[in-house]
């Protein structure tokens, strides 16, 4: 009789090689855009050079051109808007679908339109983050960047041959091509382990953050996170010049970087800030305001959250490579083709041991 330690291993073996041959595919496409989409900034305003060669201007002139973006039948289409910056100087309005359009800074004027349809990186985008599927294909990417990573920690476990021996199993070979697949299979999967535990790992939780930000705020002991208060909608006129400039002397320090609408259902609009020291491109802080009457309702400050926040709103920038400089996005886009080549590596070591030892026959 085999015995258990035996078997178990054996059973591991089959697991991690077709998990790795199945929904290691996906996983490993979906890795692969995300290299590519490391880059997304640059690659818009290289694609798109008329919307980043324009003056920024002041924060007055940015709220009239709002004003008449929302008074056209384009800007009545979106749900949200990104604030003009430096690096991309005009407004970009985000829609249902996906899709996004942009409007110059100073005159409101429509610039260019985006759609998950015609454009490679949204389409690249929606794939990175819903399988081109909606909410039903976040959920099953879940699942995959799951399987992952089981594969990376049965792969570093199948490979422990004992403290004494780790770098000598460590060593490539040329050949023969058994010998040949499975060492570079083996030598990158464990060198890169702890980078692709953090980059697998901060995408799962990409997939869940609801729930990772309940519990890491359950673990430390924080409250549930304050919600903005709903105010009755209004259609009265709204004077944004003067929208922007309260929420600006509310926030003094911090750049406004987000609004998104009031709904049917609720007339507060809510304001994406980022205050010094944040490391969220948009920031996690907000400001609440009733927009009528350009008065802030209140709003949260991401730097004054508990450990547990803090920790939750850290996973996304770590994972998009938004802090740590160029250093750190390059080794981040080097670590988004990994799984690709783990899953080259371990394809072409299993067709080199089944040519060596095919089946037998009668075998299933």
Not at 81 to 93: G, I
Not at 225 to 232: Q, S, T, V
């Amino acid at each position: 009789m085999t015995p258990r330690p035996r078997r178990l291993r054996h059973a591991l073996k089959a697991l991690h090689l077709w998990l790795g041959l199945s929904l290691g595919l996906v996983l490993a496409l979906v890795a692969l855009t995300g290299s590519v989409l490391l880059w997304e900034q640059p690659l818009l305003r290289a694609g798109h050079p008329e919307l980043a060669a324009r003056p920024l201007p002041d924060l007055a002139t940015q709220g009239r051109s709002l004003q008449r973006i929302l008074a056209s039948p384009e800007g009545r289409k979106a749900r949200g808007f990104a604030l003009p910056d430096a690096e991309l100087p005009v407004w970009q309005a985000s829609e249902r679908g996906g899709g996004r359009r942009y409007f110059d800074a100073g005159t409101g004027e429509l610039l260019l339109h985006r759609t998950t349809s015609s454009d490679g990186l949204l389409m690249l985008l929606d794939w990175h983050t819903h399988l081109l599927s909606g909410q039903v294909g976040e959920t099953v990417l879940g699942a995959v960047a799951c399987t992952g990573l089981f594969m990376l920690f049965s792969g570093a476990w199948l490979y422990w041959p004992g403290r004494r021996r780790a770098l000598k199993h460590l060593k490539p070979h040329a050949n023969p091509p058994v010998l040949r697949w499975a060492s570079l299979h083996r030598f990158v999967g464990v060198v890169a382990l702890p980078l692709l535990i953090v980059t697998i790992g901060t995408g799962t939780t990409m997939a869940y953050r609801g729930a990772v930000r309940g519990g890491l705020a359950s673990v430390f002991g924080e409250p549930a996170p304050a919600r903005p208060p709903k105010i009755p909608p209004s259609h009265a006129a709204i004077d944004w010049p003067a929208v922007l400039a309260a929420a600006q002397a509310a926030a003094p320090d911090a750049r406004l970087t987000r609004l998104t609408l009031p709904s049917k259902d609720n007339g507060t609009l809510v304001l994406r800030i980022r205050r010094p020291g944040e490391w969220n491109l948009a920031g996690r802080s907000s400001l609440w305001m009733d927009p009528v009457t350009a008065t802030v309702l209140g709003g949260d400050d991401a730097t004054k959250l508990g450990p547990g926040s803090r920790l939750a709103n850290a996973l996304f920038p770590i994972h998009s490579a938004a802090v740590g400089g160029p250093a750190w996005r390059i080794v981040a886009c080097v670590a988004g083709t990994l799984p690709m080549f783990l899953l080259v590596t371990g394809f072409l070591f299993w067709r080199a041991r089944r040519r060596r030892n095919p089946p037998h026959p009668g075998a299933l």
